[in-house]
């Protein structure tokens, strides 16, 4: 509801999932996201897997390839980044995709999910986003859900089992602060178009 009493339209998040290594644990770690921010009704998901749209670096923003994925991230409200910590960094074809596009990002909102094998948990890779990220203008999330030793978040039959209370407190919060400055800044963009 926006301060009128009037219904507002959910909170369009391109969830993005950072990796496509061979064994990689990203889609665990975004699915279980997905199912924690399906409980809300204030946002819808659209799930951006790297792994399903490989784009060699040497791109051009007019390629198929990036246009047809043009229309999903432009049309996106907010995003959410699924990323392991790869070499104190962000993975390579993560870091293609963003440079791939320039005003899809513009003056949205950026949440964070990091994992990575060491107690770092992927906060090094954040911080890298966050930098790459405040190029487009766009305007990062400071709760974060990050999983240290990511391994030990798989149960006995190796499933992803997410320490339910922390993870999801954490992930709950997340949520709140993007779904603000979502519906915030679709509302100035509305009245004014960023940039003008």
Not at 79 to 108: C, H, M
Not at 144 to 164: C, I, K, N, Q
Request: net charge negative.
């Amino acid at each position: 509801m926006t301060a009128a009493g009037l219904v507002t339209r959910p909170v369009r998040v391109a969830l993005l999932v950072g990796s496509a290594r061979d064994g990689r644990l990203a889609p665990d770690v975004a699915g279980w996201f997905a199912r924690v921010a399906a409980r809300r009704d204030d946002l819808v998901l659209d799930v951006v897997d790297v792994a399903e749209h490989p784009l060699p670096a040497s791109l051009d923003a007019t390629d198929p390839l990036v246009a047809a994925l043009r229309p999903r991230l432009a049309g996106a409200d907010a995003y959410v980044v699924v990323v392991p910590e790869y070499n104190r960094s962000v993975p390579g074809p993560l870091k293609t995709l963003i440079d791939s596009f320039q005003t899809e990002w513009e003056a949205k909102p950026v949440g964070f999910v990091g994992y990575g094998l060491g107690m770092a948990g992927g906060v090094r890779a954040i911080e890298h986003l966050r930098q790459i990220f405040a190029e487009f203008h766009c305007v990062g999330m400071k709760d974060v859900v990050t999983f240290p030793r990511v391994l030990e978040h798989y149960d006995a039959e190796g499933r992803f089992a997410a320490d339910a209370d922390g993870a999801e407190s954490a992930a709950k919060l997340m949520l709140d602060q993007l779904t603000w400055w979502a519906t915030a800044l679709r509302e100035a963009k509305a009245t004014r178009p960023y940039g003008t």
